[in-house]
Nanobody, 123 residues
Framework: QVQLVESGGGLVQPGDSLRLSCTAS????????MGWFRQASGKERDFVAM????????RYADSVKGRFTIARENAKNTAYLQMESLKPEDTAVYYC????????????????WGQGNQVTVSS
């Protein structure tokens, strides 16, 4: 079992930056591929980014490529999502998740989920 807790969300203005953190307890996060998803109000939960167990493989959704950076520190049992040049359309609840698959962009491939963290981008 893995418990995931996100932090770092909040209200920012367009163009601002924000970093989300996801800290795991239970089994070590190094055993899992880590991913970030987001769900805007009234919409499906969509893939944002993933990073493989050793950090050697990373993938982003087209909508965030070049603006968001996913990273992990296995020694701290933590994954991160650095978000730059935020836009109003980035407003959503952001979820971190852990997968036993080596590569996982589909929601169904993730076994454990955090509680979600609201990010609001508004002027």
């Amino acid at each position: 079992q893995v418990q995931l807790v996100e932090s770092g969300g909040g209200l920012v203005q367009p163009g601002d930056s924000l970093r989300l953190s996801c800290t795991a307890s239970g089994r070590t996060v190094s055993s899992y591929t880590m991913g970030w998803f987001r769900q805007a109000s009234g919409k499906e939960r969509d893939f944002v980014a993933m990073i493989s167990r050793n950090g050697g493989f990373i993938r982003y959704a087209d909508s965030v490529k070049g603006r968001f950076t996913i990273a992990r520190e296995n020694a701290k049992n933590t994954a991160y999502l650095q978000m730059e040049s935020l836009k109003p359309e980035d407003t959503a609840v952001y979820y971190c998740a852990a997968s036993s698959y080596a590569i996982a962009t589909a929601r169904a491939r993730y076994d454990y989920w955090g509680q979600g963290n609201q990010v609001t981008v508004s002027s």
